[in-house]
Structures are given as C-alpha cells and as structure tokens.
C-alpha cells in the first residue's frame, strides 16, 4: 500500500481519532509539566505556572473537540472536512515545534514528546495524506 492509497478514515472516525489524540496529548503535557516542572525551570529559566498551564490545555482541548464534534455532524461540507484537516495539520506540527525539540534541548524527554511522536505523528499523517487526491 502507498501513502497515496491510504485507506480513507471517515468524517466521524476521523473527528474521534484526532479528539481523543488531542484530549491524550494535552493531558500527557498537563501531567508531565506538573512532575518535571523543577528541571523545566532550572534548563529553560521559564516558571510557567502550572495552574494557568493546565487551564490553556483545558481550553484548547474543549475549544478543539468542539470543532471536530461539529465537523462530524449533519451534511458533509468542505468546511467540516477542512477543519479536521487544519486539526490534523495543527497536531503534526505541533510535533516539530515544540516537542521533539524541546525533548531534544532537555535531554530526551520534554512534556507531550511521547504521544506527539507515537499518536499524533502517525494518525495526522493519516487523516491528511487520505484526504488527498480523487474521492
């Protein structure tokens, strides 16, 4: 199977992937930042407070899964089927700026690395590349 063959994931599958590997994500950065926030400060100089952290990734999260919620519902539009895709891309960059990097720059392991690289990764370059070309 080539990537430009890739099995299409519907409108619905495609819009509870991307939540739950979302939700999953956030959730990893939420966690990871709380148990490493002393090393985070003391590499980076940043104090980044916790509280206010975890409340953006709450934000983002609701904000995201409402999006796609709508993106899965009533008549397929090319609005609906664009906003999961503007997700997926928004997820597979956020894999290059700023995890893998910042694992990188902190010595292998930076908050949300591992479900960007082993979640997101692999299921945005789904979701996109099986958007592409004739339906």
């Given at each position: 199977?080539?990537?430009?063959?890739?099995?299409?994931?519907?409108?619905?599958?495609?819009?509870?992937?991307?939540?739950?590997?979302?939700?999953?994500?956030?959730?990893?950065?939420?966690?990871?930042?709380?148990?490493?926030?002393?090393?985070?400060?003391?590499?980076?100089?940043?104090?980044?407070?916790?509280?206010?952290?975890?409340?953006?990734?709450?934000?983002?999260?609701?904000?995201?899964a409402a999006l796609l919620a709508w993106s899965a519902t009533g008549r397929?539009?090319?609005?609906?089927?664009?906003?999961?895709?503007?997700?997926?891309?928004?997820?597979?960059?956020?894999?290059?700026?700023?995890?893998?990097?910042?694992?990188?720059?902190?010595?292998?392991?930076?908050?949300?690395?591992?479900?960007?690289?082993?979640?997101?990764?692999?299921?945005?370059?789904?979701v996109i590349l099986s958007r592409r070309?004739?339906?």
């Amino acid at each position: 199977m080539t990537f430009s063959r890739a099995p299409r994931l519907g409108r619905s599958g495609a819009a509870a992937a991307l939540t739950g590997a979302l939700t999953l994500h956030n959730l990893e950065e939420a966690v990871a930042y709380r148990a490493l926030e002393p090393r985070i400060v003391d590499r980076t100089g940043l104090d980044v407070w916790p509280e206010p952290l975890a409340a953006a990734l709450i934000l983002v999260t609701a904000a995201g899964a409402a999006l796609l919620a709508w993106s899965a519902t009533g008549r397929e539009t090319r609005l609906k089927m664009g906003s999961q895709t503007l997700v997926a891309w928004i997820l597979l960059l956020n894999v290059l700026v700023p995890h893998v990097p910042a694992a990188i720059w902190l010595g292998g392991y930076a908050p949300g690395v591992a479900t960007a690289v082993l979640v997101n990764l692999p299921l945005c370059a789904w979701v996109i590349l099986s958007r592409r070309g004739p339906r």
